[in-house]
């Protein structure tokens, strides 16, 4: 559940997507490509690790990878204990992720992972009711398998690039997640730029602004380089101090990190 926001004023609007983006390529810089596009790869990362970061689950799945494999059948023909034992570095309870991955390589084997890569490509929305019969694949995860195997754009907002895409006022909060959830999906749409390589660029950098600086119970606002253009922000009367190392529009470290100081109502 997004923390509740305020009520937007009235007269602030959503800035444009673009301006967005520019903005966050200037502080953060450009963004690495995934390393893992690969629906299957994908699946085994968001299954291997639970509450972990980024860095944690590209280990975790390099250790799967170079102790079981990440093919259905390694993955099936491994011992329980010694799955659980490769991925025991992605947090909690290893054995119930481990069940999740082998139930994850069942359903591969079962529903050949060519016809599944075949599928996505020619008919991505057939193609997406396959996908979310996988462990850990809702429709979020449906639509970032569709956009990192670049078979369907879309923004594939993750809970980091959603509470960026409300506070900045693309979208409203609803009544439950899911309803935000398409709602921000469809509004951004019209504003995506052009190109697979472009929105995955675009996603990761809303998605590191959310992680580093927007963050879900302390935003640095006073450290943010969208402070000016944000609904969240104005809505606070835009009182928030600032300082010469921390203005609104001012350059931030790549790390992000900001002073915790400034913290809406
Ligand atoms: S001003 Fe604050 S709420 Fe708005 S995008 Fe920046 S960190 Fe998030």
Redesign the pocket.
Known sequence: MLPRMPPAAPSTRAPALAEVLVALEQAYGKPAPPRLTDPFDLILLENASYLVDDERRVAVFDALSARIGTTPEAILTAKPGVLAAAIEGGGMRPPMRAEKLREAAELAHDMDLDRLRAAMRESPEQARKQIKKFPGMGEPGADKLLLFYRCAPSLAPDSNVL??LV??GFVHEESSYDKTYRAAKQAVAPELPEGYDAIITARELLRR??QT???RTA???G?????K?????AASGGI?RTSPAAS?DGPISPGGC?PRR?R?P
């Open positions: 509470r960026v506070r900045l602004h959310g600086v927007c963050m935003p640095a606002c450290a943010c380089p969208l402070a253009r944000c609904v969240f922000f928030i609104p900001a400034a809406p």
